[in-house]
């Protein structure tokens, strides 16, 4: 498991803090291993469970390599062909230099194209847990004709989808980059509309930005204080990465099943006084309601909502998710019998 420094560093958001690694055991899985190039140098560990029917492809959260599915996998064999995928920096996957450039959201879901492609798989079902989201969301933004749907497990966070109404701190921080940059070039020239729209976008991005951090804050003052540095774990370069390569998707025309743990289980938070844990879980609520709101105005998204259910949706409430993604899946593939 984490250590809640370790998850508070990871991204001190809700749905990562609740999360709780499954204690590795031996693999049994009936899958076969296989690894993949997805470019010069980067190879991904592939997991085949096998099945003779339409493909599903299942990938991994933050920390986790797609070995998180043995048990759950193999329940939609035989119906369904179904693989999993270790993204690159963890597990047996290639570990690139954790340049932005390695990490960045499109470069991930390339990555996941790159294998669909090597396996010949025609527009499968991806089903993504936590920060598979974003992977998810990159492919299903930009080249929705290369799937037949998308699974959200606990996964639709502003990386996967961004919503005004909540924002978020990463990406809002970028685009205010970017508008002081504008900014900063629109003031050196004789365009007084230019400078002045350039200023009131600024303005906008700071007040969005003002507010992340305010919810920042209150998280941090309700954390309990973080162990003396020599007992700090170290931490892998791969998760802080993928973190800075969030990008912001806002559309995502695909049939969609988003399943979200709201609230989500307290059982695994560290200990803290009963009011801190009142308030730590009520902002997590605040932000799985906007989020799953802003899944519902996608016309293509059937949103679910499992009360009181663990990050890792899927081990916690398995007979549940398990019939939800079955319901799915019978709609976009009416031939499997």
């Not at 590795?24 to 190039?37: E, G, L």
Request: glycine share 6%; aromatic share 10%; hydrophobic share 40%.
């Amino acid at each position: 498991m984490k250590t809640f420094l370790h998850l508070a560093w990871l991204a001190l958001t809700p749905p990562i803090l609740f999360a709780q690694q499954p204690l590795p055991k031996p693999d049994s899985s009936p899958h076969k291993v296989q690894f993949i190039n997805v470019e010069p140098n980067v190879k991904l560990e592939v997991l085949d469970w096998g099945g003779s029917g339409p493909p599903v492809i299942f990938l991994a959260g933050l920390g986790n390599t797609a070995h998180v599915f043995d048990d759950f996998a193999p329940k939609f064999v035989p119906y369904y062909h179904v693989y999993g995928i270790t993204r690159r920096g963890f597990g047996t996957s290639s570990s690139p230099l954790p340049i932005d450039s390695n990490y960045v959201s499109d470069r991930l879901g390339d990555d996941v194209l790159k294998v669909m492609d090597a396996l010949g798989t025609k527009q499968p079902v991806l089903i993504g847990h936590s920060i598979a989201g974003e992977e998810m969301s990159s492919i299903g933004s930009r080249f929705p004709d290369k799937v037949t749907g998308l699974i959200y497990l606990d996964a639709g966070y502003p990386y996967a989808l961004y919503s005004p109404s909540f924002g978020d701190r990463e990406l809002d921080s970028k685009d205010l980059k970017r508008a002081l940059d504008a900014f900063l070039v629109a003031q050196s020239g004789a365009d007084m509309k230019s400078m002045t729209d350039a200023m009131a976008n600024v303005l906008s991005e700071i007040r969005l930005v003002q507010k992340d951090l305010e919810t920042f804050q209150t998280q941090l003052e309700l954390m309990p204080h973080p162990p003396d540095a020599g007992t700090t774990p170290a931490i892998p370069f791969a998760p802080p990465a993928v973190i800075r390569g969030e990008q912001k998707y806002t559309n995502i025309q695909v049939p969609i099943l988003a399943i979200f743990a709201s609230p989500h289980s307290t059982a695994h938070l560290p200990t803290m006084p009963e009011d801190k844990k009142a308030k730590f879980a009520a902002l997590d609520q605040a932000e799985s309601a906007a989020q799953a709101k802003a899944f519902e105005h996608l016309k293509s998204a059937k949103v679910v909502i499992l009360p009181n259910a663990d990050h890792f949706v899927f081990l916690s409430n398995g007979p549940e998710v398990e019939k939800h993604i079955r319901d799915f899946l019978a709609a976009v593939y009416p031939q499997v019998k």
